[in-house]
């Protein structure tokens, strides 16, 4: 099998942050129930949250705020973007093996991006917190105003500014709107199955691999890059 130095900085490997490389429900969803909280409600237990992590901010938001028959959107947002930087960030563990997977990329001339929903200032900080910050070419994410944070469109944003080749490139997340970023630019795809999306979902968006535990990233990883240097560009 291939090693990660075999490959040049002509590839790149672009990673969603949460439920791929950290586990932040917890953080997201305690965060959640404060929000709803301070808007005058009381957070109903029967409500699924699992499925709110992946989605840009104010439209999660939108959707958890129609149960309880609220459309404060905005200052929903607002009111989790401040929670969320003094408390819900902190609670954001690591996926067992990831940091020694990332630092063996960053080690190689493979360049590594973060393509997350996340304003780039909090992937940073909460990659600076656990010591991989310097492992990124680049810590990209939505804007500061939680704007910008499609994937699609991030992902076109990443290969245009850092003159990254979708057919030297690969995306890896755990939810469908990292499958569909990655096929809307040509990309292959990795699905990860230990996030919040699982295999049906994973599945249905058509991604090209799905890898059920965090110690088997490295080797598909490896797969996917060699498969894709075989392919004349």
Known sequence: MASFHDFDSRYAVL??????????????ISTLHHVIQTL???PDPSVDLTWVVGPPLSELMAHVLAHYGEDRVERAVEIYRARYQVAGRFDTP?????????RDLAASPVRLYTAT??????????????GLEDCFDRICGANDDDSGGEKPEMIA????????????????????????????NKLRSVGVLWGYGGEKELTEAGADVLVA??????????????????VRV
């Open 40 to 42: 005058g409600h009381q």
């Open 157 to 184: 944003r990443i290969l245009a500014e850092y003159k990254a080749s979708p057919e030297r490139a690969l995306m890896i997340g755990d939810r469908r709107f990292d499958i569909n970023g990655a096929h809307a």
């Open 117 to 130: 929903s996340k304003p780039a200032f909090l992937a940073r900080d909460i990659l600076e917190m656990h």
């Open 94 to 102: 690591l996926f067992p093996g990831m940091a020694k997977l990332l």
């Open 15 to 28: 990673f969603d942050l949460d439920g791929t490389i950290i586990d932040s429900r917890q953080g997201i």
């Open 213 to 230: 535990e965090p110690q088997d990233l490295d080797e598909t990883i490896r797969a996917q890059l060699h498969a894709l240097s075989r």
